[in-house]
């Protein structure tokens, strides 16, 4: 077997597997709302396929400045694990939403305008930014009283507030109206079904070691 069927045969295991660059992305703003009656929340979403310790992670708006919010109370975040920082105290925006499971972070002050931009930091390193303004030239959608979602999973990272759109109740998201009225659903994303499962991964080691095993056994003869 020569190296170019086996590279074949490995980008087969690959897709056959789910994998991809964007699905093996570490962690993404998934959701944004700059204005609501119950206050203002941004999300984020581990996609990687390993738990992400959050400690050392940070917020900031658009003066993009490491550390300014701390988000090592999240502790350890899960892979597909959704979590939430508001500007309400976390106890009452966990009410507002009926909320179950959720981490969420409260009482931040560098809160989000109409036009501004979310900035996610492990230590110094920017790990995801998005620029939005509905009445500027980034666009996007008007997140007052109801949330951005992106559109599709490959609007995740790319730092372009043209592909999300607004939240509406039963949407794709599962969308719902909290108790104040707004709409959203913190928490959670349909995006973290692209996280690859561990069993997604023995059989994808499975597969190399077919190829592997293939490889020799041609050699031999």
């Known amino acids: 077997m020569n190296t170019r069927m086996i590279s074949q045969l490995l980008s087969a295991?690959?897709?056959?597997?789910?994998?991809?660059?964007?699905?093996?992305a570490d962690v993404r703003i998934t959701e944004w709302m700059y204005s609501g009656v119950g206050g203002e929340f941004i999300e984020f979403t581990n996609l990687g396929a390993g738990?992400?310790?959050?400690?050392?992670?940070?917020?900031?708006?658009?003066?993009?400045?490491s550390g300014v919010f701390d988000l090592s109370g999240f502790g350890v975040v899960a892979a597909g694990e959704s979590v939430v920082i508001t500007e309400d105290t976390a106890v009452k925006f966990i009410a507002d939403w009926s909320l179950t499971g959720v981490k969420v972070l409260g009482g931040y002050t560098n809160n989000i305008g109409r036009g501004d931009q979310i900035n996610l930091f492990n230590g110094a390193t920017l790990v995801d930014t998005l620029t939005y303004a509905d009445n500027g030239a980034a666009?996007?959608?008007r997140t007052q009283n109801a949330s951005g979602i992106a559109q599709t999973f490959a609007a995740l990272g790319a730092d372009d507030a043209t592909q999300w759109?607004?939240?509406?109740v039963g949407d794709f998201e599962n969308s719902?109206?909290?108790?104040?009225?707004?709409?959203?659903?913190?928490?959670?994303?349909?995006?973290?079904?692209a996280v690859?499962?561990?069993?997604?991964?023995?059989l994808m080691l499975a597969g190399l070691g077919l190829v592997g095993f293939m490889a020799r056994r041609r050699k031999s003869v």
Not at 51 to 65: C, K, L, M, P, R
Not at 196 to 202: D, F, L, M, R
């Open 176 to 193: 719902y109206a909290s108790l104040n009225g707004d709409i959203g659903n913190p928490g959670y994303t349909s995006y973290a079904a």
């Open 139 to 141: 666009g996007g959608p």
């Open 13 to 24: 295991v690959l897709l056959s597997a789910g994998l991809s660059s964007a699905a093996q």
């Open 165 to 168: 759109q607004l939240s509406v």
């Open 51 to 65: 738990a992400v310790d959050f400690t050392g992670w940070s917020y900031d708006d658009d003066s993009a400045t």
């Open 196 to 202: 690859p499962e561990p069993e997604t991964y023995a």
